[in-house]
């Protein structure tokens, strides 16, 4: 069981890797030429920065599978798309309908990719984790947070971001701000009580 397990999570793993690298790729081209710009403008997400590292991670684990911290990265990585998954279902669907958040592109980074990180992770890669450990899972939306609210409410004019979340829709970003964070907090709880089933 321990080897088919293995191989399936190989398997999971190097697709999650070669997809987003492939996708990403796509970002930075335009008509068929390669434009720098609009893949940097990409980065600004967060789908794609969870993506990205959940595609570390699924690498790391490929390479790495019985090393401790390559199963806490995988933990991390997979939190930061499962919170892409649940904010675009549970926020941005209400405020773009779900459908255009499912096409090309965004099918994988919005559902598949964190579908796949969830299934590798709590089935055929779960261990034993720590409260401590399931917690790791709060670092993508704490970095992220606080970079997003500084772009979006109190950067200089000219040097911020558009509200493209629509997490300050009528100033309240106090509310949003705190939801996400505690939001997340409790998807790492319940991962951590998956994970130690």
């Known amino acids: 069981m321990k080897s088919a397990n293995s191989t399936i999570s190989f398997i999971i793993n190097l697709t999650i890797a070669i997809l987003t690298v492939v996708l990403t790729m796509g970002l930075f081209r335009e008509d068929g030429k390669w434009n720098v710009q609009r893949g940097k403008k990409a980065m600004r997400y967060f789908t794609l920065q969870s993506n990205l590292l959940c595609a570390a991670a699924s690498v790391c684990m490929c390479i790495f599978p019985e090393k401790m911290w390559v199963y806490y990265l995988k933990i991390v990585g997979t939190a930061g798309v499962t919170v892409t998954m649940l904010t675009v279902f549970l926020f941005l669907a209400r405020i773009y309908g779900i459908g255009p958040l499912l096409k090309g592109f965004d099918l994988f980074m919005h559902l598949l990719t964190p579908l796949m990180a969830l299934a590798s992770l709590c089935i055929f890669e779960r261990r034993e984790t720590s409260l401590g450990a399931a917690f790791l899972g709060m670092l993508p939306v704490a970095l992220y947070g606080p970079l997003y609210l500084y772009k979006v409410v109190f950067a200089p004019e000219g040097k911020g971001w558009e509200d493209f979340y629509g997490f300050n829709a ?15 907090a409790l998807m790492c709880l319940a991962f951590y009580f998956v994970l130690n089933l």
Request: proline share 0%.
């Open 170 to 184: 009528g100033g309240k970003w106090k509310i949003s701000y705190v939801i996400m964070h505690l939001g997340s």
